[in-house]
Structure formats: C-alpha cells, structure tokens
C-alpha cells in the first residue's frame, strides 16, 4: 500500500548495495536542482508551439517523476498547483527523507513520494499519469531499468500524456564519453577509498595524461574543454554523472525506438530554442534538414549539426493535432511571466547561430507589462503602446524572450497557493542557511518554480531575517558561504559580495519582491 500523502517515508528494510542501487552511486546525494522545463505550463507550451493538444492543468491532473533526486522540483510543483497530485520515486533513501522533509514543513498533501526502484514502483498501485518526466535517469541507469522505465509509462501513461525524458546524447558528448569511460575503468580497479576517493584519482590520472601529452587531448581541442569541464565539476555532479554502471549516452534515434514500444511518439523539444530553427540551426545545415522526409534522420541530423550534448525530448501518446482555432485560442490564453531581473534582459543577445538586436521599444514595453504580475499573450498583443508594431513582430519577440529564459509560462493562482508555496520556501530558507546551495525558490505570483542566483538567494534570506543594507546582506552571505557544506562551495571576497548585494538592491530586489517569495512581503 502507498504511503499517504505528507506522510513519513516507510521504513526501510536493509539490503546489500549492489542489489537494490543495480550500480546507481548512492554514496552522495545528488545536488539540489529543478528544471523549469518539467513544469506542466513549459510541457504545455513546447507543445503548443508544435500544434499538438496537451493535458489540461486547470482542474485535477496527475504527474509522476522518476528518479526525482532531492526532490525540490517536485515539491515547488506540488506547492503551487493544488489542483494536482503528483508522485514520485527514488531509491536513495537520503533523496527521500529531504524531499519528504520539505513536502511535511510546506504542508503539501498533494504529494506522494516513494523510496521505491522501478521494479518496487511497479507493484505499486498509482492512477493513470496525464505527465511522466524523468531528467538525466535514463542515461544513468542500466539496460534492465530503462526497460522498466518503458514499462511503467507504458502501463500508466493516459492517451493524449506527456512524457519527458532529458538524457546525455550523441554526438554532443563525443568528447567526454571517452573520459567518463577511463574514469569508470580506473575507479573500479582501485581497492581503497569510497567511490568519490576513487573517482577523485581517476579524475587526476586524466590531467595526468593530459600534461603527458596524451595524443588524445593534443589532437582533440574538445576533449580538453571537457577535462576542464569535469576538474570543475562539484563532487555530487562528478558521482552520479560519471559513476553509474549503466551510463550511457543515447543517439536520439536509439530513445525514440525505446518509447514506441509503449506508444509514444516524438513531439517537441522542452528547450524552446530547438522548436524554432531559424534561431538553432545554420542555414546550410536547415536546408539539408528540411529536404529530409524521415523524421527521426532529422532529429539525428539536428544533433550533428549544433553537437546537442543534452536531449530534453517531449513525448506524446496518440498525439492530437491542434486546428488553427483551437491553436490561436490556447495561445491568447497563455500567461507568461518575468523570470529574471528586468536589468539581465539583455538587448544584444545570442541565439545558437546568430547575434540578435532586441528592439528596445518593444521589449521595454513587454518587460514593463509584466513587472507587476503575469498577462496573457492576447493581453500583451493587445498593449496600446504597441499599436504601432505589427503583430507578428510582437510575436516574434515574445517567442524569442521565451527562448532567452526572460519570460516563461505561469499558471493562473489557486486559493491556497500562497499558503503552501510561502511554507516551502521559510522551509528552503532553513537550508540556504545551513550552507545548502540551492537552484531557487517557488512563486504563487507565477506558480512556479523560478531559478534564482546563489548569491542572490543568500540575499534574500538575510533580508529575511531583517537586513537590509548591501554591507550586512554581503557579510551575511560570506558567513554561509564559509559552512557551505559542499566541499567544492568558493567563498568570495567581501567587497565582491558588497559589490554584489548594491546590485541585487538596485536591479533585483523590485523584481524578486513581485514573486510573492514570502508571507508578509
């Protein structure tokens, strides 16, 4: 039987290492991320912007991770859509208890979560899932668990569900694969030390070889930008990255046959950019592409073309084309928030292939629109100071500040929002002081989960405790960076942080104040 909602993990019964991890490193916990793009308003908009209908989020839906990791996007989800139920396993039982942790303090009964492998998760009895999202398990785990990752959304995804599945993919990581491979094999031959000793040598054999003058890095300039890439790795990234037995990098091709064994078909891409190729693709390349019928050679060929090191796919059961009215009516009713700063809305940008000029009248009137709370896309069309733009060049900016990550889908505000999303995050707050890094905050403003800077959650939480001036949030922040409890944390000078907390008061503090991060503010 489950567990209720909210309530303690089960207990645990001890098994051998091996049995139960199927060589999974379980020795760190994984560092404490969310990925905006698992979230159901990002899911339904990569869709939306490829025609296809998507399970509706405004009344009862449900949502099932695999692998969730500690948990923290699971939870920041379960915060602000109270109109969903969501669930969700990992089989490292410290995962567990954090996540659990946050769901008791924020006080979210929507939230089921389970220290189950895939094989146990497979005797449990859970509903139909309108979304099943997975981020980097499938490249992590061996053979015989993607085969039950497959079962799973084949038994318990509904016609018209989503699936998201984010994995290491080829050739993107053409020059690292090699490396991972001579870690793995260096670490496993080694007799002393725990895994993260080990993988630590076989990282130094690397540079080793490297300073030798290995012909593998003199004739490889990639190969040497991936070694810097791992000596800076955190040692969490480091483990559950390189270590699992079964790491594999996928050709798209390879996933797409996996997922049409329990029916699905390839939908869209949850990195936005990858949905319009005339900003992420070289023209000579898109010609090739376009003159190309089959659709999973195009994909391939797109992940030949830009070196894609991480695939974000959407799947979709028995998709359903959308007509042009229904297409237009979602698309007016799409809010969009501010995700950023209005001061990080950069006008020269940079898209995969080219140099962009945002125009200034336009974007200064859109960023504006939205600095006191989400709009939707009829409403920000529709914006009188834009009644001299076009249309379609109204649109075009909003798809490519969609794109930069300046903007990105809300969903409307539930009646118990604020309560459940302020307890998670006083119940973050207690852990950033701990010296916990963390990758954000949730915002009833946007219901969502908002990725904020490091330095900037450290200023936050010293105004929560009532500082106030750039001097006292810049010492506040040193004294946490300096019990960071990771053993790769940096501690930064103090006029950097001093430097740091002027600019988070000048350019920030307007905006993370309309998050709606805090009761009382």
């Given at each position: 039987m489950a567990n209720?909602?909210?309530s303690p993990p089960a207990a645990i019964t001890t098994i051998a290492m091996d049995d139960w991890t199927d060589g999974y490193v379980t020795e760190l916990p994984y560092s404490v991320n969310h990925f905006p793009e698992m979230a159901p308003a990002h899911l339904r908009l990569a869709l939306l912007q490829a025609g296809l209908a998507a399970p509706r989020i405004d009344a009862d839906f449900t949502y099932l991770e695999l692998g969730f990791g500690q948990g923290l996007g699971l939870n920041m989800l379960a915060a602000v859509h109270p109109q969903g139920r969501f669930f969700g396993n990992d089989f490292m039982p410290a995962h567990v208890a954090a996540a659990q942790s946050l769901a008791t303090q924020a006080g979210l009964d929507n939230l089921q979560l389970m220290q189950d492998s895939f094989a146990q998760l497979h005797d449990r009895d859970l509903p139909p899932m309108d979304f099943i999202v997975l981020h980097g398990v499938y490249t992590w785990v061996d053979a015989e668990n993607r085969a039950l990752i497959v079962e799973l959304i084949a038994r318990l995804l509904k016609p018209g569900g989503v699936v998201y599945v984010s994995y290491n993919s080829m050739p993107g990581w053409a020059n690292k694969a090699p490396l991972q491979r001579l870690?793995?094999?260096?670490?496993?031959?080694?007799?002393?030390?725990?895994a993260l000793q080990r993988f630590h040598a076989a990282r130094d054999l690397l540079e080793q070889l490297d300073a030798a003058g290995a012909a593998f890095f003199a004739s490889n300039p990639g190969a040497r930008t991936a070694l810097r890439d791992i000596t800076n790795a955190s040692d969490a990234y480091l483990l559950h990255e390189f270590a699992p037995r079964g790491w594999t990098p996928f050709y798209y091709t390879d996933v797409a046959v996996d997922l049409a064994r329990a029916g699905l078909q390839f939908a869209a891409s949850a990195k936005l950019f990858s949905n319009f190729p005339h900003w992420s693709l070289p023209a000579a390349s898109r010609a090739l592409i376009d003159a190309t019928e089959?659709?999973?050679?195009?994909?391939?060929?797109?992940d030949f073309a830009v070196q894609t090191?991480?695939?974000?796919?959407?799947?979709?059961?028995?998709?359903?084309?959308?007509?042009?009215?229904?297409i237009k009516q979602e698309d007016n009713s799409t809010l969009l928030a501010l995700q950023r700063p209005l001061a990080s809305c950069a006008r020269n940008v940079r898209t995969p292939t080219a140099a962009l000029r945002l125009e200034d009248d336009v974007v200064d009137?859109?960023?504006a629109a939205l600095t006191n709370g989400p709009?939707?896309?009829?409403?920000?069309?529709?914006?009188?100071?834009?009644?001299?733009?076009?249309?379609?060049?109204?649109?075009e900016t909003l798809d490519l500040m969609l794109c930069l990550g300046y903007l990105g889908p809300a969903t409307a505000l539930q009646a118990e929002t604020r309560t459940r999303a302020h307890a998670l995050n006083?119940?973050?707050?207690?852990?950033?002081?701990?010296?916990?890094?963390?990758?954000?905050?949730?915002?009833?403003?946007?219901?969502a989960g908002v990725a904020i800077?490091?330095?900037?959650?450290?200023?936050?939480?010293?105004?929560?405790?009532?500082?106030?001036?750039a001097e006292a949030l810049a010492s506040y922040a040193q004294a946490v960076l300096q019990i960071s409890t990771g053993t790769t944390a940096t501690s930064a000078a103090l006029p950097q942080l001093q430097s740091e907390a002027r600019n988070f008061l000048n350019y920030g503090d307007e905006y993370y104040r309309s998050l709606d991060l805090f009761a009382g503010v």
């Open positions: 209720p909602a909210g870690m793995s094999e260096a670490a496993k031959r080694q007799t002393e030390g725990s089959d659709a999973g050679m195009r994909e391939l060929l797109r090191p991480l695939r974000r796919d959407v799947f979709v059961r028995s998709p359903r084309t959308l007509g042009a009215a229904d009137v859109l960023l709009k939707n896309i009829a409403a920000l069309m529709s914006l009188p100071a834009l009644a001299n733009t076009s249309p379609p060049s109204i649109r006083k119940a973050l707050l207690k852990r950033l002081h701990a010296g916990e890094r963390l990758s954000g905050l949730v915002s009833p403003a946007h219901s800077a490091y330095h900037d959650l450290l200023f936050l939480a010293a105004q929560q405790i009532g500082e106030s001036n």
